[in-house]
């Protein structure tokens, strides 16, 4: 006997939501429980080095990269910014992600001793971004220009007078201005900018290459030796191939400490 279509319909979709519970409930996770017990994984399933945290600002300390996660590596809070590319103005009481970007480059450039200053980023360290008016809506030429996150950071754009910010931007061109910082930050991404947990203990070899010479003048320490130890807490790829080499800073924070 032929079923109606619609109990047909609904017999599909429960073998289909079977099926799924089954795959994706118990299997799935019973694969990654077993990778887990595999030798090399299952010695660092418990490490508590796996978790970063803050050092504040005392300079004998490699520092971490920033964290979204509650006030800063909280496990109960563990999350992203959610601000992405498109962040570039700065509401009354939180900073875009650029004007974040631009004022952490310009404190670590402070801390290590080298050119903070990063495209899009005024002096002063806020995204360098322009409201721009123009005659014909977005086109034609420019009768109006506002640096919206504070201070004209430029005299003229386009022979117009910049105003200050704020200011109401509707109607207006967003146009990041370009600067004449180099190209490529002495300051690196990693120092600026979270995680995706927020709870990522490691940072680039090039974020900790930066500190070194810090470290070592606050410790006493022969440069060489603090390099020996960034190598010697230096996490590869993934399998091998997977993601960048990173640096354990927690680890390599108790190391120096002799822990």
Not at 129 to 134: I, R
């Amino acid at each position: 006997m032929r079923l109606p279509s619609w109990l047909a319909h609904h017999l599909a979709a429960l073998r289909a939501l079977l099926v799924f519970t089954v795959l994706l409930g118990l299997a799935y996770p019973l694969v990654f429980v077993g990778v887990a017990k595999l030798p090399g994984i299952s010695e660092r399933s418990g490490n508590p080095l796996l978790i970063g945290q803050s050092f504040g600002d005392d300079s004998k300390y490699f520092q971490s990269r920033p964290s979204a996660a509650g006030d800063g590596y909280d496990p109960t809070s563990t999350a992203a910014s959610n601000l992405g590319p498109e962040s570039v103005i700065d509401a009354p009481d939180a900073p875009s992600l650029l004007t974040q970007v631009c004022t952490r480059s310009l404190a670590v450039g402070r801390l290590e001793g080298v050119d903070g200053s990063r495209p899009y980023c005024t002096a002063d360290g806020v995204g360098a971004v322009l409201a721009v008016f123009h005659r014909d809506g977005l086109t034609g030429p420019v009768t109006r220009a506002v640096a919206v996150n504070g201070p004209a950071f430029l005299a003229t754009y386009q022979g117009v007078p910049v105003e200050p910010g704020p200011a109401d931007t509707t109607g207006a061109v967003i146009t990041p201005i370009r600067g004449d910082a180099p190209a490529e930050p002495a300051v690196p991404a990693d120092a600026v900018t979270a995680s995706g947990s927020g709870l990522d203990p490691h940072i680039s070899p090039a974020y900790a290459a930066l500190q070194v010479a810090r470290v070592a003048r606050e410790r006493g320490l022969d440069p060489e030796r603090v390099r020996e130890l960034i190598s010697e807490h230096t996490d590869g790829r993934a399998l091998g191939f997977m993601g960048e080499p990173g640096v354990n800073v927690l680890a390599l924070n108790l190391a120096l400490d002799g822990r």
